[in-house]
């Protein structure tokens, strides 16, 4: 396990002049978790790398990917190994990790409840058969 410093734990890390998701002192290792969105993802935005999304105007997902291509480089000029992961790739093994844990999972494998086996000997509707008068006997229909 490696002891990062991150945001959740104290203060946010720097590195090389630029706020970081955590920063390994012992290792000098600096992971780096590229929002698709917010940082211009070349896999998301293929065809509208020059169009600018509505949230904000003056800003394209390719100058957004520049900076974040500039970034990284600041990262490791001072000798740090930056390691970096967009964030539709982390979402993919997630994605296949859960899967397999629902496919093992003892009570989520099971099949449904049948509602047959309920108590009350498997009594599953609340309406009564239709009643047949005799005579000159009536119903009464609330």
């Given at each position: 396990?490696?002891?990062?410093?991150?945001?959740?734990?104290?203060?946010?890390?720097?590195?090389?002049?630029?706020?970081?998701?955590?920063?390994?002192?012992?290792?000098?290792?600096?992971?780096?978790l590229?929002?698709?969105?917010?940082h211009?993802c070349?896999k998301?935005?293929?065809?509208t790398?020059?169009?600018?999304?509505?949230?904000s105007?003056?800003?394209?997902?390719?100058?957004?990917y520049?900076?974040?291509?500039?970034?990284?480089?600041?990262?490791?000029?001072?000798?740090?190994?930056?390691?970096?992961?967009?964030?539709?790739?982390?979402?993919?093994?997630?994605?296949?990790?859960?899967?397999?844990?629902?496919?093992?999972?003892?009570?989520?494998?099971?099949?449904?409840?049948?509602?047959?086996?309920?108590?009350?000997?498997?009594r599953?509707?609340?309406?009564?058969?239709?009643h047949?008068?005799?005579?000159d006997?009536?119903?009464?229909?609330?």
């Amino acid at each position: 396990q490696i002891d990062t410093t991150h945001s959740g734990k104290q203060k946010e890390a720097r590195v090389g002049g630029a706020k970081v998701d955590g920063h390994c002192p012992k290792t000098n290792e600096v992971p780096e978790l590229h929002g698709c969105h917010h940082h211009g993802c070349p896999k998301r935005f293929k065809h509208t790398r020059n169009a600018s999304p509505p949230d904000s105007p003056p800003e394209t997902p390719e100058h957004r990917y520049e900076a974040t291509v500039a970034k990284s480089c600041r990262l490791t000029e001072p000798g740090h190994a930056a390691i970096e992961m967009w964030e539709c790739d982390s979402k993919r093994p997630m994605t296949e990790e859960m899967f397999n844990h629902t496919e093992t999972h003892h009570t989520i494998a099971s099949s449904p409840p049948n509602p047959r086996d309920a108590p009350h000997g498997g009594r599953t509707g609340n309406a009564k058969s239709p009643h047949t008068t005799k005579g000159d006997e009536q119903t009464k229909h609330a």
